[in-house]
């Protein structure tokens, strides 16, 4: 069974960092583009970033550009959120997902975590 | 805002049948396929339907999903009471390399 198990949330104040951590198990990670959603309190999804599956292309939105990095270890099946220069607007629940390209879709989520911004 | 426009509620007893649906542009679902999320909150978002009305191995044929034109619905049939979540639809732009979700509509089971 393929499991995306996240880690790395917590409160921090606004303009520090905070990395978190998405590992896959029971999968071929490195075959697959990885993708992470927030949604913030009373809010929907909101997709935030994607790397290729071969770490070759990145993007994300544009309310985190310059302060948010996406990156893959493939080699410990584990995709990574790093957020600099947080804001209050970044607190949410964050997911991780798989892209399964013969579906088109998101086809594995991590559970979530919650990052919360705050002085 | 997003530019895929869902209701942001729908109702229905148990064993009615409800449809929610996502209205976009020729430019999104007119030239994209479309996929359907179940959340729970909570819990990690399930793939409900892929490539418009496609099921996942796992989801119950209560769920149905169709597109036509410029607008999409998800239809859920025999509605039962943990169909109580929120249903978002979804699509990937190619062009601009960059995930669509529309705003989510939170089902009821009454």
């Known amino acids: 069974q393929v499991q995306l198990v996240q880690s790395g949330g917590g409160v921090v104040q606004p303009g520090r960092s905070l990395r978190l951590s998405c590992v896959a198990s029971?999968?071929?990670?490195?075959?697959?583009?990885m993708h992470w959603v927030r949604q913030a309190p009373g809010k929907g999804l909101e997709w935030v970033a994607v790397i290729w599956f071969d770490g070759s292309k990145k993007n994300y939105i544009d309310a985190v550009k310059g302060r948010f990095t996406i990156s893959r270890d493939d080699s410990k099946n584990t995709l990574y959120l790093q957020m600099n220069s947080l804001r209050a607007e970044d607190t949410a629940v964050y997911h991780c997902m798989r892209y399964n390209g013969n579906l088109g879709a998101f086809d594995i989520w991590g559970q979530g975590t919650m990052v919360t911004v705050s002085s | 805002q997003s530019v895929l426009t869902q209701p942001p509620s729908a109702s229905g007893t148990p064993g009615q049948r409800v449809t929610i649906s996502c209205s976009g542009s020729s430019s999104n679902i007119g030239s994209n396929t479309l996929n359907w999320y179940q959340h729970l909150p909570g819990t990690a978002p399930k793939l409900l339907i892929y490539?418009?009305?496609q099921r996942p191995s796992g989801v119950p044929d209560r769920f149905s999903g169709s597109k036509s034109g410029t607008s999409a619905s998800l239809a859920i049939s025999g509605l039962q009471s943990e169909d109580e979540a929120d249903y978002y639809c979804a699509f990937w732009d190619g062009s601009l390399s960059a995930g669509v979700f529309g705003g989510g509509t939170k089902l009821t089971v009454l």
């Open positions: 490539h418009d009305n």
């Open positions: 029971g999968s071929t990670f490195s075959s697959h583009g």
